[in-house]
């Protein structure tokens, strides 16, 4: 099970401060409290980039620069992790800070991992669907695709907010990726999104911060966030 988290960045802060406060602030804050991120199996943060021709999926990601998937075990820890004194006191107020109640969703997604993802994979889109029926086994055939360094489907449900589709596909994307044929099967691609995880295991100063351009490679240099 996962907690997905699109938030709309908050009036006047935008995106460069948007990323600055999930990295320097939210992000440590979240995993300095394990009564509320012990139970986490991933955390990870999105960064959208605006290189190449405007996405399909522009009107849907307006105002919304980031997105947050954590992964649970079950959806009692979603629950326990919300329902914590550290979110209540602490975590929770804080998201008023970088993102606007109205036009934030948050999603409840069930995975179907197609392709594990590869270490090396350093870029990621998005793939919205209005139908989850039948639609994992549909994108198994894009796994023999070049370039593919993972592919998972997750049927969606709404917690907060509204969202007009049942699925949410990620692609996690190796240079030579055909970026064209997997756009053509989906109804809305999204922005090449930024990675940013923060390790559930080594909380201190664990990280990886891997910007990737939307055209070509263009990785940058990794690093740490303490």
Not at 63 to 79: G, K, L, N, W, Y
Not at 153 to 168: M, T
Not at 202 to 218: F, Q, W, Y
């Given at each position: 099970?996962?907690?997905?988290?699109?938030?709309?960045?908050?009036?006047?802060?935008?995106?460069?401060?948007?990323?600055?406060?999930?990295?320097?602030?939210?992000?440590?804050?979240?995993?300095?409290?394990?009564?509320?991120?012990?139970?986490?199996?991933?955390?990870?943060?999105?960064?959208?980039?605006?290189?190449?021709?405007?996405?399909?999926?522009?009107?849907?990601?307006?105002?919304?620069?980031?997105?947050?998937?954590i992964r649970f075990a079950s959806p009692a820890d979603i629950a326990a992790s919300?329902?914590?004194?550290?979110?209540?006191?602490?975590?929770?107020?804080?998201?008023?800070?970088?993102?606007?109640?109205?036009?934030?969703?948050?999603?409840?997604?069930?995975?179907?991992?197609?392709?594990?993802?590869?270490?090396?994979?350093?870029?990621?889109?998005?793939?919205?669907?209005?139908?989850?029926?039948?639609?994992?086994?549909?994108?198994?055939?894009?796994?023999?695709?070049?370039?593919?360094?993972?592919?998972?489907?997750?049927?969606?449900?709404?917690?907060?907010?509204?969202?007009?589709f049942a699925a949410i596909d990620e692609v996690a994307l190796l240079p030579g990726?055909?970026?064209?044929?997997?756009?053509?099967?989906?109804?809305?691609?999204?922005?090449?999104?930024?990675?940013?995880?923060?390790?559930?295991?080594?909380?201190?100063?664990?990280?990886?911060?891997?910007?990737?351009?939307?055209?070509?490679?263009?990785?940058?240099?990794?690093?740490?966030?303490?």
């Amino acid at each position: 099970f996962k907690l997905i988290i699109l938030p709309r960045t908050k009036a006047g802060l935008g995106r460069a401060g948007l990323r600055q406060h999930l990295e320097q602030v939210h992000g440590p804050l979240v995993m300095a409290h394990p009564e509320a991120s012990g139970v986490f199996l991933s955390y990870v943060h999105h960064y959208t980039l605006d290189e190449g021709p405007a996405p399909f999926g522009e009107t849907l990601l307006a105002e919304r620069d980031a997105v947050t998937i954590i992964r649970f075990a079950s959806p009692a820890d979603i629950a326990a992790s919300k329902g914590s004194a550290a979110y209540r006191d602490l975590i929770g107020p804080d998201e008023d800070n970088f993102r606007d109640l109205a036009g934030s969703v948050a999603l409840r997604g069930e995975e179907v991992v197609i392709v594990p993802d590869a270490a090396d994979a350093s870029r990621k889109l998005f793939l919205f669907a209005a139908d989850a029926a039948d639609r994992a086994r549909r994108l198994a055939t894009l796994a023999a695709l070049p370039g593919i360094g993972g592919l998972t489907h997750n049927a969606v449900h709404p917690l907060e907010g509204e969202w007009p589709f049942a699925a949410i596909d990620e692609v996690a994307l190796l240079p030579g990726a055909d970026e064209a044929a997997l756009a053509a099967d989906g109804e809305l691609l999204s922005r090449i999104w930024v990675r940013d995880q923060l390790s559930n295991t080594a909380r201190s100063n664990s990280g990886m911060d891997e910007m990737a351009s939307a055209r070509g490679v263009g990785i940058l240099p990794q690093q740490a966030i303490h």
